[in-house]
């Protein structure tokens, strides 16, 4: 039985989850689940129901022109965007941003996204415009956000028109309205591409191509992986199994699915995988109306090692823990101090990516040896080409997992009421 799997953009090893004294087991139905599972998903995708999966091979070029033409366009005569939007709409792209951007200093233009609609987040905005003229980048995908719309409405007294790039519906919605009755710039979300897989769209791209970002590099690591999965066959391919592993632990009572990278940059693909598993997983079965799905969780490693490694190993056994480390050749080295600490001086022997890394393994095999289920993932370099593969497998394998639970992965039934009642309210 295949566990392990290294691919472009980075190794996924789920030995972990399988070789516990009391985990999980293969069944014996395994290979007619992972065939129909791949096959209703490939159905999906092949019929352009869902389009995430396709859209790295068949993006249409015009679309990608105008993205990098537009950013171009912007930063040469701005001095910086805001960005606004939520869930979907942020995490991707902001994420992204944090990994690639924002720790070094590949850019020159700065980007400050607004998402939570609070006084907090709008007096930084009103900071970050203060003396420099900024361009605006409005994101959602219906239009009609409403924390979105609020948060735009109350700083448009701020901000230059002309600098106005809405990025919606290609049909429909309140910015596709403006967008055309006010003559402002506006990019497309593919209508079959739902916000939370939007990512690699122009959601995710033009953020990043007004920063400097190679976005093609990109797209050509999410293909990379596309052409991956698809020449490999359902037994053996590693989003199924990624899949199927964590659903197999949620049925045997470990629901908390913890997803834990050992890298600041990356602490925003945490919370951007919760999202992507909580909204596509946590609904009722189409067959019985029996409500499933696991609940994700990020954290951060090393930091909420200190704080959860104890929970993990001695509290209840309900949960699992996913590792995200980075092999980074071009981290700093420990600095010898300039006192004398001759017990610890061994720490000077190490860059500060070994030393996350290690921390990691350590963890894992403490873990272990408590029997708590854990899988690793090892990102191979911090890259557009690395994550853009790394996400769109994320993406992918959520979706099977859709599959194998038995719910549409693409809907958020759950979430509307709450939409609607909030605009009754206001």
Known sequence: MKTSWQV????????????????????????????????NFKKKSDSSLIGFFDWPAHCPQNEFAKILSLSQTISKNFEGAICIG????????????????????ASHFPVLWVSNADDGTLLRAKHFLKNRRAATVVISKSGVTTETLAAWFHLSHELDPTGYV???????????RLSRTENWHSLAI?????????????????PLALQGVDVQELIKGARAMREHLLATSPQENPAVWFAYSKYLWDKQGHS???????????????????????ES??????????????????????????????????????????????????????????????????????????????????????LGNA???????????????HLGGLLFFLETACAIAGEIYGVNAFDQPGVEE???LLRQKL
């Not at 995490?91 to 690639?100: S, Y």
Request: with cysteine.
């Open 371 to 385: 029997q708590v289920p854990t899988y690793r993932i090892t990102l191979k370099k911090l890259s557009p080409y």
């Open 418 to 420: 709450t939409k609607l």
């Open 190 to 206: 593919p209508p079959n591409i739902g916000g939370r897989f939007s990512v690699l769209t122009s959601v995710g791209l033009f």
């Open 281 to 366: 997983l946590g609904k009722k079965r189409l067959d019985s109306g029996k409500s499933v799905g696991p609940n994700p969780v990020a954290a951060l490693g090393t930091s909420d090692q200190h704080s959860l490694l104890q929970l993990f190993k001695e509290g209840p056994q309900t949960r699992i823990v996913g590792f995200l480390d980075l092999l980074d050749e071009q981290s700093s080295s420990v600095s010898k101090p300039r006192f004398s600490s001759p017990s610890f001086e061994y720490l000077c022997s190490h860059s500060f990516s070994a030393l996350n890394r290690l921390a990691s393994h350590s963890t894992q095999e403490s």
């Open 256 to 278: 908390i699915q913890y997803f834990m990278p050992y890298d600041s940059r990356l602490k925003l693909i945490g919370d951007w995988y919760v999202q992507l598993w909580a």
């Open 166 to 176: 809405l990025i919606t519906d290609p049909e429909k919605g309140e910015l596709r």
């Open 86 to 105: 939520i869930g979907g709409s942020y995490l991707g792209p902001a994420a992204l941003q944090e990994a690639l951007v924002s720790c070094s200093s």
């Open 8 to 39: 472009d953009s980075f190794n996924l090893d789920l030995t972990s989850l399988w070789n516990l004294t009391k985990g999980i087991s293969l069944q014996s139905e395994h290979r007619t689940l992972f065939d129909t599972a791949w096959n």
